[in-house]
T-cell receptor, first 109, second 113 residues
Framework: GIQVEQSPPDLILQEGANSTLRCNFS?????LQWFHQNPWGQLINLFY???GTKQNGRLSATTVATERYSLLYISSSQTTDSGVYFC???????????FGKGTTLSVSS | DAGVIQSPRHEVTEMGQEVTLRCKPI?????LFWYRQTMMRGLELLIY????????DSGMPEDRFSAKMPNASFSTLKIQPSEPRDSAVYFC???????????FGSGTRLTVV
């Protein structure tokens, strides 16, 4: 099945810093989503982005489908950005979203 | 819309007991997914339904697990008998044909003692 690799596994930032999270995948995809799992365990959908670029406030994402990677940018990070960021993909031959292991982000004030 | 609704939020049960988790998908969504999250295995797909029909249950760990979707607005995941290694957070998600993305419920934290 499709493989999803996220990097870095852990990231520690000072409030106000910018960061880039990466997601590599091993096959063509129909669906790619970025999720934020907050400290209470909720999975919040950030972006549905099988290709192209989207922006939502301080967050933006880019997926280059032909090169099989996606990037999540967080600018001017805040303590509320802390948590785990997951990339999940559904391959063109697949059945449902498959999740990466996540990037754990800690933002301190 | 109230989103995907799961119940209960927390469940503590004794080994050997039957556990039933419930999910109400977003109205109009025709695909429903059950996932399990553990520290060791991360987020893994258990089963998914399309138009109330189970499509892929290859992720169901063993026969103790079963899932049903009797109608478009309700699904259950049952574990019988439960074991301590079933302790995890169980998430339900729904989507419309896989397009526009999945929406997840708040999860059920299951503890089997």
């Amino acid at each position: 099945g499709i493989q999803v690799e996220q990097s870095p596994p852990d990231l520690i930032l000072q409030e106000g810093a910018n960061s880039t999270l990466r997601c590599n995948f091993s096959d063509s995809v129909n669906n790619l989503q970025w999720f934020h799992q907050n400290p209470w365990g909720q999975l919040i959908n950030l972006f549905y982005i099988p290709s192209g670029t989207k922006q939502n406030g301080r967050l933006s994402a880019t997926t280059v489908a032909t090169e099989r990677y996606s990037l999540l940018y967080i600018s001017s990070s805040q303590t509320t950005d802390s948590g785990v960021y997951f990339c999940a993909v559904e391959s063109q031959a697949g059945t449902a979203l498959i999740f990466g292991k996540g990037t754990t982000l800690s933002v301190s004030s | 819309d109230a989103g995907v609704i799961q119940s209960p939020r927390h469940e503590v049960t004794e080994m050997g007991q039957e556990v039933t988790l419930r999910c109400k998908p977003i109205s109009g969504h025709n695909s429903l997914f059950w996932y399990r999250q553990t520290m060791m295995r991360g987020l893994e797909l258990l089963i998914y339904f399309n138009n109330n029909v189970p499509i892929d249950d290859s992720g169901m760990p063993e026969d103790r697990f079963s899932a049903k979707m009797p109608n478009a607005s309700f699904s259950t995941l049952k574990i019988q008998p439960s074991e301590p290694r079933d302790s995890a957070v169980y998430f339900c998600a729904s989507s419309f044909g896989g397009t526009g993305g999945y929406t997840f419920g708040s999860g059920t934290r299951l503890t089997v003692v």
